[in-house]
């Protein structure tokens, strides 16, 4: 069993890391839904008519393509807080126990509500649901017609999640398969990161004798494409002292240039694929691991980036809903009915309101989960009778 290597405050300190990545993810989703794309721009504005202003637009609004590639930097910041939180105690009940308290109750609370903003902007805006429209912004609402079916709730209720408001939701899956497998995985860890890596190499080499495998869709994709991000989390926490020495020649500099470097390459990865990728996946877990190695190295605190990390799992799963009660209240109180957001400061209103319904529903149902299994995790005081 690997000693324990850093300490639970140390891991607070990588909520600045989850706070930077859920609220890309957020910016990302809102300009990606309200915001015209850069095609739809480009037809608006041709290229040869752009002021600078044109090209500071176009600019920053690309750089929000890299949601898919910063669910992979949790992925990995969930393998390493995992392989912490099993290191003491493997036994499977207590930490399904902790788990359930932990993500279920916010996430039950965050179905409940894409479901109540689709039926109320369902009721304001039919036309988003009948296919009037049939932009991508839309089509996530045509997704959610058969949100309250019962088959299809069922299957949210059990991480199964279809799209729409929902989408975000799909990382979730491959999260609780880890959640089940880690107290068995974790207990040969060198074993579980050896065929870790032999199954990501199979799906590589034999991809379509992989795919082939009667295991189902979400099995498949978590054991030969999303595993390893998880398994290198583990690794990291594993050989933490081991790969922070291997770090100890690197200066401050030269550990942040090696950090824009990973994110410039994950962008250069995206950009030539056209969109989110394994190889811009394999990339983002680089930059993951330079982060979390900067952040635990130097004890950076970034505390506005702290704040949003604390709750950025409830950020994370009700932001999408958000951002379409954001365009309804948009619709009625200017009149606008065209199927894209064109002013560019409008759009970015919807971050703020997202950050802030999602603040909200972290303290009256995130914050209390985390009071429970704070108190879950107290040691139980036994009284002497005999002496009492």
């Not at 202003?53 to 690309?62: A, E, K, L, Q, R």
């Not at 926490?237 to 410039?264: D, M, N, P, R, W």
């Not at 390459?265 to 995206?270: A, K, P």
Request: hydrophobic share 50%; proline share 4%; aromatic share 20%.
């Amino acid at each position: 069993m690997p000693e324990k290597k850093l300490s639970n405050k140390d891991f607070e300190i990588l909520d600045s890391i989850r706070g930077i990545a859920s609220l890309y993810v957020a910016i990302a989703h809102c300009r990606g839904t309200l915001w015209m794309g850069g095609n739809f721009f480009q037809q608006l504005h041709p290229a040869g008519t752009w002021s600078v202003w044109d090209y500071v637009i176009f600019g920053s609004s690309m750089l929000t393509r890299l949601a898919v590639e910063f669910v992979i930097v949790f992925f990995l910041l969930s393998g390493f807080s995992i392989a912490h939180s099993l290191s003491g105690n493997k036994e499977p009940l207590p930490f399904y126990k902790r788990r359930l308290v932990r993500i279920y109750p916010p996430y039950l609370v965050a179905l409940f509500w894409a479901g109540g903003v689709f039926l109320l902007t369902r009721f304001l805006f039919p036309q988003w649901y009948d296919g009037t429209y049939h932009e991508f912004s839309f089509i996530r609402t045509m997704q959610m017609n058969d949100f309250w079916q019962p088959a299809a709730f069922v299957r949210n209720l059990f991480y199964m999640p279809g799209e729409g408001f929902i989408t975000p939701f799909w990382s979730l899956t491959y999260e609780v398969i880890f959640y089940l497998l880690a107290p068995f995985l974790l207990r040969r860890i060198q074993l579980y990161l050896v065929f870790s890596l032999i199954l990501y190499g199979a799906h590589w080499l034999f991809p379509e004798t992989t795919a082939s495998l009667p295991i189902g869709k979400y099995f498949y994709e978590f054991i030969f494409i999303y595993n390893i991000y998880f398994a290198v989390g583990v690794a990291l926490y594993t050989y933490y002292k081991q790969v922070v020495q291997l770090f100890s020649g690197i200066s401050k500099a030269q550990h942040i240039l090696a950090i824009l470097l990973a994110l410039a390459g994950t962008y250069l990865v995206n950009f030539v694929m056209k969109t989110e990728s394994e190889y811009s996946f394999i990339t983002a877990a680089v930059l993951a691991v330079l982060l979390i190695i900067f952040f635990l190295r130097y004890k950076v605190r970034i505390r506005p980036l702290m704040q949003i990390g604390k709750y950025s799992y409830t950020l994370y799963i009700t932001h999408m809903a958000s951002i379409y009660l954001y365009l309804a209240a948009y619709w009625m109180i200017s009149g606008y009915r065209g199927v894209y957001i064109e002013n560019y400061w409008i759009w970015m209103g919807a971050v703020p309101v997202c950050l802030l319904i999602a603040y909200v529903q972290y303290l009256l149902v995130e914050s209390r989960s985390k009071g429970l299994l704070n108190r879950m995790r107290q040691p139980k005081v036994i009284v002497d009778t005999k002496t009492s």
